[in-house]
């Protein structure tokens, strides 16, 4: 299995780096989107954050346009718009893709990982009622998926878009592994 933490990602200011930084924290990776029906979420995800991030979490947001255009921004329009409508504190890395031919590096680890997703029956209902088809083989579904990784840099959980950062499964998981050491 490939070692997240090694992958290079961008920063916003276009300098590459991994999230190794984040080595021995826990993290929360999120694809996000500033025009999804979701993207109020990003008012939760930094409550989560400012309220354990002293116990060693972290969040690591990466913008993705891959569903109706809901994030057609660059990367410096995205960071305002979070900071200036959320006050988001947490990391946010440079667009990419999550799903599809040009899905990023990260995004085919996170994917192909084999871990199961938790609650994500009612938004591919959601989905589907909207007329649109649903992957079925562990690619992202929407915007603001999030991903669970350890201290140990391993898939800890996966939580369904609409599983929000104050849900109690969420909450749960994250306390496990703030726990560990």
Not at 34 to 39: D, E, F, I, P, V
Not at 71 to 95: M, N, R
Not at 103 to 123: E, I, Q, R
Request: net charge negative; aromatic share 8%.
């Amino acid at each position: 299995m490939t070692d997240i933490l090694s992958i290079p990602v961008k920063r916003t200011d276009g300098g590459e780096t991994t999230l190794g930084q984040y080595k021995g924290q826990v993290m929360l990776v999120v694809n996000v989107a500033s025009k999804c029906g979701l993207t109020k979420q990003y008012e939760g995800l930094e409550k989560l954050y400012e309220d354990k991030r002293e116990k060693g979490f972290v969040i690591a947001a990466f913008p993705a346009n891959d569903f109706k255009g809901q994030e057609p921004g660059t990367d410096a329009e995205i960071v305002e718009f979070c900071q200036l409508t959320y006050d988001v504190k947490f990391p946010i890395f440079s667009k990419i893709s999550v799903k599809g031919e040009d899905k990023h590096p990260l995004y085919k680890a996170l994917t192909g990982s084999g871990v199961s997703t938790t609650g994500d029956g009612p938004m591919k209902e959601r989905l589907r009622g909207h007329g649109m088809q649903v992957a079925e083989d562990g690619e992202i579904i929407w915007n603001f998926e999030k991903f669970l990784i350890g201290r140990d840099g391993k898939i800890a959980a996966r939580f369904a878009p609409d599983v929000t950062a104050e849900d109690s499964r969420l909450i749960a998981a994250l306390d496990r592994e703030l726990a560990k050491t």
